[in-house]
């Protein structure tokens, strides 16, 4: 570049605009903006969103808004920890990896574990199947309780065949070991002794969490009494052996998926921990060991700031509920895993499941989680695959390596949205926690069926909210793919692997073993791993330990958990049965009125409507002029069922002359008004229209009346 050309871009050059050159702009300015823009729509109608916790989200946050959360003040690594548990928060340790593989016998499991653990996945998550849950060999019990939906492991055979080639001293392992956590923890520690690993290097979570199997199943396969008998004697256990094991955990996965909203949720796992904190404490532990050895367990969903709220909030909570229990600083961190939810995945359009799981797991990774599973996309129909695990797993390697959230500590803090939501959230729950506290607690809240009624009712309006499409499922309740080809449920036969296992155990099984040592109190572990090295099975395990031990038998009405999708597959699979049998979906016929542009909204609307429900719109032509001509071309057609489509100025004229011609030539033709043009409403009755679609019709319902009334359902 010569010099002249320099001198003139220096000489020419203009000094960049500054915000103070800009006068602001203020709330009542941009208010008065926005209103107008509505052209008369209310604004607290179209601008306010009201959620399911009972919270009311502004379209716009300013700094006073947040200027008296406390919480935003403090800084990473100090109470109450919203902002992380680490001064460093995830850039010298990220959070694990921990993805669930429910392989059902011990060496499918290893060989997709070793897999997997090669490519990503950081930690072990152990996913038990209904028998090894509830401490039984898979010999006595049925065979639909052995090897579905998580790993059977009956010796401690299996247990080292599972975990083959895991360095238990880098790897931490979490095992959902519902009520049975000392004869697995046996497991683990013999394990170790055989491999020469000091105990004080084992890391991860036995996860027992009582109240937890009691929601999911309605009773326990132990008395409740001893299951905190178990819980202590381990906890006292580690506290000399294992330290940085946890032996507590609290789950929320029942009560998401079965509708909860996030208050809910919060306040039913913080009245969990604390029941566990008070009997813990009246088994002689302190709450500086109790809390340590507390592992929180939450699901995520799809509203992607109210999930990375809850999570900071359950942070706040917990760190002031040990303080109010006399715990020191470290006891209130809490140790936080994520799991994404299935209450929202659908077997329609599946593989959108894995844009829900990756907001999800970036929703738990944003709000600090310690470690985190991202559920596989089609884990809702099959047992995933190498694929499917592969995407899930992917997922959180792409947010660490990729998106570099581990560069960042607390990237929502300062937010005044997420900081106000957060505080919001924390405050809603704290009141719904005292008024449990004031029931007597969570027992006796779940006594009461005081959480179910509450998370039935908020399932009720989830519901109601999906049928309606004022909630939207994309693929199922909106913009369907009738093209798709479906990932067909899994109906593998179990019985061969329950046969199996059954035989193997069978087989290894010492009838005459006899389990002698202290069976309780401290010296109950050491005398576990023993019988485990010995060839003791879980099953002998678990009766030996609970055979002089009593107490009242505990049930509870449980909560069950829901696929909010299921309704609308129940419709689309009804709808494919019928494709089989006569070569095309069920039919509907629409009467385009007018011109284009008389009826093109309302068509692209009805399809829409009828594809959720597995119906296919015969479209022909750009509109027919006289009723005559749309009656002959509908009864032609062959379909069972008609849609008018126009505007409400023409109806008049159009509705009662076509639907008289339908009704006369074929009375069973069923006819649908698109649109709600309240004027005419009984008099379109009156002429024979049978059901009228419009923004607020709810959509399962007429979709499922229609398949009954044409045979499809």
């Known amino acids: 570049m010569s010099d002249d050309v320099s001198r003139n871009i220096d000489e020419n050059q203009v000094d960049p605009p500054t915000f103070d050159e800009f006068s602001p702009t203020s709330y009542d300015e941009w208010r008065a903006a926005a209103e107008a823009s509505l052209k008369g729509a209310p604004f607290d109608k179209k601008l306010l969103t009201s959620t399911y916790e009972g919270i009311t989200l502004k379209p716009l946050y300013f700094q006073q808004d947040a200027q008296d959360i406390a919480h935003q003040y403090t800084i990473p690594g100090v109470p109450p920890y919203v902002r992380s548990n680490k001064t460093r928060g995830y850039l010298k340790d990220s959070w694990r990896i921990a993805q669930e593989i429910t392989a059902g016998s011990p060496e499918d499991y290893n060989q997709a574990l070793q897999h997997d653990m090669a ?80 105990l004080s290097d084992l890391r991860g979570c036995v996860a ?46 029942q009560y998401h998926n079965g509708g909860a909203n996030a208050v809910h949720e919060l306040a039913f796992v913080m009245a969990t921990a604390v029941e566990y904190v008070r009997e813990m404490q009246k088994r002689g532990l302190e709450i500086d060991v109790i809390a340590p050895r507390m592992r929180f367990m939450f699901s995520v969903g799809a509203n992607f700031f109210m999930e990375i709220a809850k999570l900071r909030a359950a942070k706040l909570l917990w760190s002031q509920i040990v303080s109010a229990f006399g715990g020191n600083e470290i006891s209130q961190r809490m140790k936080l895993h994520a799991r994404t939810a299935t209450i929202n995945k659908s077997m329609l359009d599946p593989y959108v499941n894995m844009l829900r799981t990756t907001t999800e797991s970036l929703s738990g990774a944003i709000g600090g989680v310690d470690s985190m599973t991202s559920g596989a996309f089609d884990e809702v129909c099959n047992v995933p695959d190498e694929f499917a695990r592969r995407i899930a797993r992917n997922q959180q390697v792409i947010l660490q390596s990729e998106v570099n959230l581990t560069r960042l500590i607390d990237p929502a803090g300062g937010s005044w949205y997420v900081e106000t939501l957060t505080d919001e959230l924390a405050r809603k729950s704290w009141s719904l926690f005292q008024k449990i506290e004031a029931k007597g607690g969570m027992l006796q809240a779940l006594r009461d069926e005081t959480p179910q009624t509450m998370i039935r009712e908020m399932m009720v309006g989830r519901q109601t909210n999906l049928a309606t499409r004022k909630d939207v499922i994309v693929g ?44 309780d109190g401290a010296g109950a572990l050491d005398t576990l791993v023993e019988a485990a090295m010995s060839g003791a099975t879980l099953e002998q395990m678990t009766r030996a330990h609970r055979q002089a031990q009593d107490g009242e038998s505990q049930m509870i009405v449980p909560v069950p958990t829901y696929r909010l999708s299921e309704s609308f597959e129940r419709l689309r699979f009804a709808a494919e049965n019928y494709r089989s049998k006569h070569r095309h979906f069920p039919q509907i016929f629409l009467a385009k009125m007018g011109a284009v542009a008389q009826h093109k909204a309302r068509v692209e609307f009805t399809k829409g409507f009828f594809e959720v429900g597995g119906f296919e719109c ?74 009228f679609i419009h923004l607020k019709a709810n959509c399962l319902t007429i979709n499922e009346t229609l398949q009954e009334r044409l045979g499809v359902l």
């Open 119 to 198: 490519r990503g996945q950081s930690a072990v998550m152990l996913i038990l199947d209904q028998a090894t849950r509830a401490g039984y060999d898979p010999d006595h019990v049925e065979s639909g309780q052995v090897g579905i939906d998580g790993l059977s492991i009956a010796s401690f055979a299996d247990f080292k065949t599972a975990l083959k080639g895991v360095d238990l001293k880098e790897t931490p392992i979490y095992i959902e070991a519902a009520t049975i956590p000392l004869p697995l923890t046996a497991f683990l520690v013999a394990m170790a002794n055989e491999e020469g690993i000091e």
């Open 208 to 253: 027992t969490d009582p109240l937890g199997e009691l929601v999911r199943y309605g009773i326990l396969p132990t008395k409740l009494r001893v299951a905190y008998d178990e819980m202590a004697m381990l906890t006292h256990w580690a506290v000399d052996h294992v330290n940085a094991l946890q032996t507590i955990a609290i789950h929320s996965y």
């Open 618 to 691: 015969i479209d022909q032509g750009d509109g027919y002029a006289t009723p005559e001509e749309a009656s002959k071309a509908a009864l032609a057609s062959g379909a069972g069922a008609l849609v008018i489509c126009s505007t409400d100025d023409t109806y008049p004229e159009i509705v009662p002359a076509l639907v008289q011609q339908i009704k006369t030539a074929n009375p069973d033709m069923i006819v649908i008004l698109a649109g709600y043009p309240q004027a005419h409403i009984d008099a379109f009755k009156s002429a024979g229209v049978d059901e």
């Open 476 to 519: 199922t309740n909106m913009y369907p793919n009738l093209t798709e080809k479906r990932i067909e449920p899994d109906r593998t036969d179990y019985r061969h692997l329950h046969t199996k296992r059954a035989q193997e155990i069978m087989a290894q099984r010492d009838e005459n073993m006899k389990i002698t040592g202290v069976l």
